[in-house]
């Protein structure tokens, strides 16, 4: 007798998933390590990424919204955090992001369509590099993990590189950044399931500039461009633009259209949120 799994489906050409539901977070862990797979909560990025590398998974990791700390939103002293399976579309909404980061829940509204906000979860969306990630790089978010040794809180930027294929992102906090001048942009609003060209953000916390980005040629925070910027108290928009078009080339983003945009966009942002015009 063949095995259903292995068979493909006459309309979507595809093997069928075997979807393995843990009881816990630590049975979730588990079987990621186990069998070699990824985990899933809303399931918005399976399609993006069969149609980018023509491979459907064949066995997926459940994760449950019930779990202990993995949905909601909870502010203390150590500033706002977020569950890892909070949707985008119950953070756009929640009082308490508007009141940590007000731009943050009318640019969450123009992340992909409503259908796909109400599947996606906050942490799937920081985990594929999405439009969130940018702003979370800025802002310099901790994240909370789980994997086989225990728990561990690290910096978002060192998790992202040294994170094991078995690490289950439970939530994360964002820094007290009420009264932050914060402004994002994003270029390419999509209602379908395909990802952003770019998000660039940019804070001004005080006392210095961040600047990051995200979408084609991957997550990062411009380091460079941030200390032209913090360094410099006449910001000549041509000047700025040069040094993060070097930056960005730098790093892998090779269109040389699409830097053209975040030049201009960089341009804006700046007058926006740093020099408050």
Known sequence: MSDPLSELNPVTARRAIRVLRPDSPSEAVSLARRFKVPYMAGGTWLQPTHERDHCWPEKLVALNASWPAF???????????VGALTSLSEMAR???????????????NRVAG?????????????????DLSALAMALDVRVDVLNRTGERTLPLSRWLRE??????LRG??????????????????RERFSPTRATLVCVHDGDRVRLAVCGEGGLLRLVATETFVNDRA????????????????????????????LRRMTTGLLSEVALGT
């Open 163 to 168: 994170r094991a294929s078995d690490d289950l």
């Open 234 to 261: 006449d910001l000549a928009s041509g000047d700025v633009g040069a040094v993060i078009d070097r930056e960005l080339a730098a790093h892998g983003w090779q269109d040389a259209h699409l830097r053209m945009a």
């Open 172 to 189: 994360f906090t964002i820094p007290d950044c009420r009264g932050w001048r914060i402004s994002l942009e994003k270029l390419g609003y």
């Open 114 to 130: 409503p259908g796909v906000r109400a599947l996606g979860t906050v942490g799937g969306n920081l985990a594929v590099g999405g």
């Open 71 to 81: 949905r909601g939103l909870e502010d203390d002293s150590g500033g706002l955090t």
């Open 94 to 108: 929640h009082p308490l992001v508007r009141e940590y980061l007000p731009p943050l829940a009318m640019f969450l």
